[in-house]
Each structure stands twice: as C-alpha cells, then as structure tokens.
C-alpha cells in the first residue's frame, strides 16, 4: 500500500490516531462473534470505537483550533462511551477477561494521549500560538 500524505493527513502521524485506528480493529475482532441479538450493541460499541479516530482526524482537517478541540472532546466523549460499553460486556460475562484486559489497555493508552494532545491543543489556544493557514507549510 502507498503511503500518500498531504498537509491534510497529518493526523496520520499522530499516535493517538494510530492506536485509536488499533483500537477499532481489536474491538471489531472481540464483538463479531457476538449473537445475532445483541448485534445492535455490539454495532453502536463498534462505531464508538470508530468515531474516535475519526473525529481526530475532522478536528485535525479544520485547521480552526477552536474546532479542532471541539472534535477532540468529541474524540473524548466516544472514548468514555465505548470504554462503558466493554466494561457492561464483561460484567454480563460477554466478553473474556482475556479480551477486556487487551481492550482496556490499549483504550487506556489512547485515551491518556488523546487527553495529552487536549491539553497541548489547550495551551496553544492560551498561548495563541496556532498557525490556522497554509503559509510556510510543506505538502510532504
């Protein structure tokens, strides 16, 4: 696969993208095998996992700071909704511990860089130090 990167899929480099991209996979592996009628939840927990990475990158693509922390806390809120949700599977013994062990690290490890990356986007609006244009940027 080609890697193609502009100054839009910058978010591509960060971490936090990378393991919430990793964290939809893992979630998709342990709740496929779920029954048919509990697909409903399993479907809404899936795309919880999924709105994390992208509501970083539509954050990301708005060049706005304001709407960038915006997406972000986006980001946030979908990450405490699907970290509920698997916490509900393993308590009802739908899940294994051994799944919600890998699960729960890896969200955990997302969660604290996405609150990280918060917290910088935070001090550059405190700063105003954010650069919101295309001047003196490289398409790499």
Not at 16 to 26: I, K, N, R, S, T
Not at 71 to 81: C, D, P, R, W
Request: net charge neutral; glycine share 2%.
């Amino acid at each position: 696969m080609t890697e193609r990167l502009n100054i839009n899929r910058g978010y591509k480099k960060l971490r936090v993208w990378q393991d919430a991209v990793e964290l939809y996979v893992l979630s998709t592996k342990v709740l496929s095998t779920f029954p048919y009628e509990l697909k409903k939840i399993t479907a809404n927990t899936m795309d919880s996992a999924h709105s994390i990475s992208r509501n970083i990158a539509e954050g990301y693509c708005r060049r706005s700071i304001k709407e960038y922390l915006n997406f972000l806390n986006i980001a946030l809120g979908s990450s405490g909704e699907f970290h509920s949700s698997f916490v509900c599977f393993f308590k009802a013994n739908q899940i294994s511990e051994i799944d919600f062990e890998s699960l729960d690290q890896l969200h955990f490890k997302m969660e604290n860089e996405l609150l990280k990356l918060i917290k910088s986007i935070q001090m550059k609006v405190k700063d105003n130090n954010w650069q919101d244009n295309f001047d003196n940027e490289k398409n790499n």
